[in-house]
Every structure is written in C-alpha cells, then in structure tokens.
C-alpha cells in the first residue's frame, strides 16, 4: 500500500493560494480518475484506491499546514505504512513557479508543514514533490505571498506543474520512487 499526502490548509480562504499546491495535486488525481476524498478520519480527508493493482490513499491533511504530521502519523500506523510508502507533495519557495522536484529526503527548508512531518515521524527519510512557486517579485511578507493566489498570467506553468507532478505520481504505482525521481526531474 502507498499513501499520497498533499499539503495545504483547509476552507475555501485558501484554495487556490500557492501554500494549497500539495491540495491541488491530489485535486487533479481525484478528478482525472472520478475519486472523491470520501473518508474522513485521523484529522484528514481520504480516499483508498486501487490503481495499477496497488492500493493508494490520498489525503489531505484537515489539521492545517504547520500540524500536518498529526494527520499523517496516526494514518500511518493505522494501516501499518512505512516511510518510504509514502510521498507528501508540498509547495516551495526555493523552486521557481513550474519546477517540480522529486527528492527521497531533505530537511525540512524552513517549510513547516514539512517540519511537522519530520517531527511526527521521527525521519527526514520520505519521499517528496517539491512543487516550485517562486519567490515573489515584491518585497512582500513570505506569509502573505504563500497564502496569496496564483496570478492570471502563472495559470500556464501550474497547470503544467500539477499534471507533471500527477503524471510522476502516477509512475510511481509501477517504478521505484529513484526510477521516477530520474524519470522525472529532468
């Protein structure tokens, strides 16, 4: 079994911000293959799946972003997965906005959501999509860009951004997550 976690916050306040990128992956799977997020529990929202004969959950954390280990550690052992059966989507400032980067550890990069996760699970050892949003171009507060919406003119480069991040995705229900790492962050 594996487990797909997009980071975000919950509530339509903020859908569609650029802190939502690990929502709007997972929104994109749900709708390409007519899934819905039916299960709710562990503070998440959940989906169970079997894609290319290998269960999936889906989730996405209810906890908000910088608690997102709470949701995810209780997930985890309740259906007894490890570390490396899992890979949590997340946006990132250090990648320009259409870079996507697959990466099987790391620290946490000032990300707190990310933070979380590594403090839940007592590992920087897991899979991830780091899922570029750029830095922004006026000196505004980082909270205030993070939770900002994608502008007109970056609609091209996010939608090319979630469907490449859905299509790595997508290789890892048949490849090794290093497969698709090089596969991918070409």
């Known amino acids: 079994m594996k487990c797909i976690v997009g980071l975000g916050n919950p ?3 903020y859908e ?4 939502n990128a690990g929502f709007m992956v997972i929104d994109y799977l749900l709708e390409r293959h007519n899934w819905k997020l039916e299960k709710q529990k562990f503070n998440g929202l959940y989906t169970m799946e079997t894609w290319e ?7 996405e954390p209810q906890t908000f972003m910088n608690l ?7 997930l985890m052992d309740f259906y007894q997965l490890e570390p490396e059966d899992v890979v949590v989507i997340y946006d990132d400032l250090d990648l320009p906005l259409g870079k996507v980067k ?3 550890t790391g620290g946490h990069g000032g990300h707190n959501g990310v933070r979380s996760i590594i403090d839940h ?3 920087k050892q897991f899979n991830r999509i780091r899922f570029g949003i750029g830095r922004p171009v006026q000196p505004i507060p980082v909270i205030d860009y993070v939770l900002g919406k994608f502008s007109a003119d970056e609609q091209a480069a996010l939608d090319d951004s979630i469907e490449h991040a859905a299509n790595a995705l997508e290789a890892w229900m048949r490849d090794s997550f290093q497969k698709v790492m090089n596969d991918y962050n070409k």
């Open 102 to 104: 697959l990466r099987q």
């Open 53 to 59: 004969d290998e269960k999936v959950i889906l989730l």
């Open 16 to 19: 569609k911000t650029r802190h």
């Open 121 to 123: 699970l007592g590992t």
């Open 11 to 13: 509530g339509r306040k």
């Open 68 to 74: 997102s280990g709470e949701c995810l550690r209780p």
